[in-house]
């Protein structure tokens, strides 16, 4: 039943994910027809498949209803991560209990884990309950190409909605949080007096507490590859696993000499051991998979009524997506189960390693083996590459399984023995600098490397057939070789599309209430605006390229922190050629300013300002905007900033109609997008840049309506995330969406249909 139970699973998760329109209704009469079956299998798989939908759609179900958006609620629960930042604490917080303080609102008690921010919080611990008043909002993220997925974090944790903590009234603790063993460990880890870093990687390594690992310790984690040792994975639950059967199985041999091998207690043992260390770290998703894996393992490999590996593969796959159907969005399962599928495959059948160079050279194959399918699930998941990853783990891997951790639990085990702990903890100490120094002298070397999105697929298609070439068998040694060295000179051969010549890629990146379009040619790149810094001071540009980007020039339309929030971080982080804002601004960094007339040339696309003048004095910030005009061949883009009507009403004498694209001013507020501009320069196509949800209305419905009866395409980075635009020699190109809305893709007018206006829903 290993098979047929998880793929019952998997089609739950998948009905689940896309659920077609009458899907209940099937599931029903499918239901009524396998129970006339009367067979027993038959009915435990469709429920399987009806309990995995079911929870799923419940999942979904119990986000925040949008008539609670920006109202104040009551909750009640237990805070289960607090993370401290400067003058914030992020919470996440499992929901007793929850009611709006406002009368007719509809109920949200079907919330049951929200994650908060609370400014200048009084001091909050994990098992704490608390009550706050919060104002929330279902969970939502940044959409841009090639960045984390908050959103799509917020569905795998469980997480049902966000928000903000009110001050007013203020937090009451009920209930103090109860000292498990866990906070007790915790506690007595941070009296010892151990280095910094090795305090933080033996409670990640032993614990499990990922949480106390610093951004810095993560990036060289990252970098080098070797994230997977600094969760409690199956390699750690594992080892505790084997050292208890190990233990056991000596016990057994001196009490019966003759039997020791028909002893059962311990593989009890072993499976008591892995169950016990996980719930100590956690019992968080990565280390329940761990165990599940660990506890099927030990059955296949007793031997006693056991299943093959295979069966074992499957039943643990059906068995984790059972406990937990969301770990069927985290790629730290797909790793696991691909690197253990692997070994399977490569193993099965194959005569035991003899005498310590045969264990060496298994090692060493195992992690070769290992290395190319990791670097492409890790590829395809993430889109970077380690190329240190291979050759470090091959010192990291043994080093962390054979002394670090072996180290680290003893020295928990000799807690009683003071002395002895110490000496434990020393030599851990010594051996975490000496495989830091390693990593990072790794990572100098060959630095972590972050693709072209275009080359991602092909790299990890090559790196996944490498690995299928040395772990199948019985294929030859010359075939393995010529294969390998045949997709090598395949990936060395790709190379990212350009732009050609005399076109221009304009992207209106996501940045929530704010404004950041990239435009690119053939060699050149600027950027408009550098988007919002908000109240927490994260600004949304820090995480959409990797340190070190270069960027040809810079325009600040003006110093409104929607628009400039992101100058420092560019300038602390990139290589910006030059800085444009407009005259009387202040930015935080020297610039040139911004004139009307200024115009120039690169790769056969032409820029222009066409506003403001050299006098802006009388002017207000907003109508001081760098206003930017771009034409590539017959196409041109506009840029307006934060003008008003009456300042656009001034630059359309300059101004060439009709236009392609225009970013509609002032993310789509009633002040800009005046009847004289939309009637003038009859746009195609009018993205708005604003924040989704966003207090202030916009887009508003005053506008959308007027470039409907212009016949406009209109979109929203709120709405459709990051929207990427080709203009130049080729024409009929799609628009590029992060976020497919349902509206846009079918009916007549494919992707122009009528775009909301977010002061519309507010009122529905």
Sequence with gaps: MAIPLALAV?????????PPPGLLEGLGIFTLLVLAMRRPAAWLLMMVVVGVTSSLLLARGASLPEGLVREDLAVEGRLVAVTQEPRLTRLTLEVTACHPLAEGRPGC????????????????????????????????????????????????????????????????????????????????????????????????????????????????LNASGTTHLMVISGLHVGLVAGFALLLGRGAARLATPGRWRLAVWPWWLAGVSAAGYATLSGLEPPALRALVMALVGLWVASGRHAPGPWQGWWLALAVVLLIDPLSAWRPGLWLSFLAVALLILAWQGRPRPRGWRGWLWALIRTQLMLAPLMAAAV????????????????????????????????????TPLPPLSALCWWLFAQLTEALAWCLEAAV??????????????????????????????????????????????????????GIPHGQLEVRVLDVGQGQLVVLRTAGYRVLYDTG?????????????????????????????LDHAGGVAMLDERHRVSGFLAPPGEAIGVPFTTCLAGERWERDGVHFRFLWPPKETAAFTSNDRSCVLEVSAGEHRLLITGDVGRRVERAILLDAE?????????????????????????????????AGRRNAFGHPHDEVVRRFRAAGSCQWSTALDGALTFRLGRRSGQPVE??????????GVGADCLALESFQDRGHE
């Design 10 to 18: 998997l089609c739950g998760l998948g009905l689940a994910s896309r």
């Design 109 to 220: 008690d079907r919330l049951r884990r929200v994650r908060l921010s609370a400014f200048e919080a009084p001091p909050m611990q994990p098992g704490e309950r608390w009550a706050f008043t919060v104002r929330l909002r279902p969970p939502a993220g940044f959409a841009n190409p090639h960045t984390f997925d908050y959103e799509a974090w917020l569905w795998r944790e469980g997480i049902q909605a966000t928000g903000y903590v009110r001050r007013e009234p203020p937090p009451q603790r009920l209930a103090e949080s109860g000292d498990g063993l866990r906070e007790l460990a915790l506690a007595h880890l941070a009296s010892r007096a151990l280095p910094s870093r090795a305090e933080r990687w033996l409670a990640a390594l032993t614990l499990g507490a990922g949480e106390r690992l610093t951004a810095e310790d993560w990036a060289l």
């Design 379 to 414: 590829l395809l998941a993430f889109a970077r590459l380690a190329p240190a990853a291979p050759l470090v783990n091959l010192v990291a891997v043994p080093l962390v399984s054979s002394l670090l951790v072996p180290l680290g639990l003893l020295g928990w085990l000799l």
């Design 444 to 497: 100098v070397w060959l630095p972590l490397w972050l693709p072209e999105p275009a080359l991602v697929t092909p790299l990890a298609l090559c790196l996944g057939l490498v690995a299928l070439l040395w772990g199948l068998p019985g294929l030859s040694g010359p075939l393995r070789t010529a294969g390998s060295l045949a997709l090598a000179a395949i990936a060395m051969g790709l190379a990212p599309s």
């Design 532 to 560: 919002p810094r908000f109240a927490s001071g994260f600004t949304p540009v820090s995480v959409l390229w990797p340190p070190g980007q270069r960027f040809d020039e810079v325009i600040v339309s003006h110093d409104d």
């Design 657 to 689: 109609a009709p236009l392609t694209l225009l970013v509609a001013g002032h993310h789509g507020s009633q002040t800009s997008s005046g009847p004289q501009l939309v009637q003038w320069l009859t746009p195609r196509h009018v993205v708005y840049s």
């Design 737 to 746: 969406s992060l976020r497919r809305q349902p509206w846009r893709w079918g």
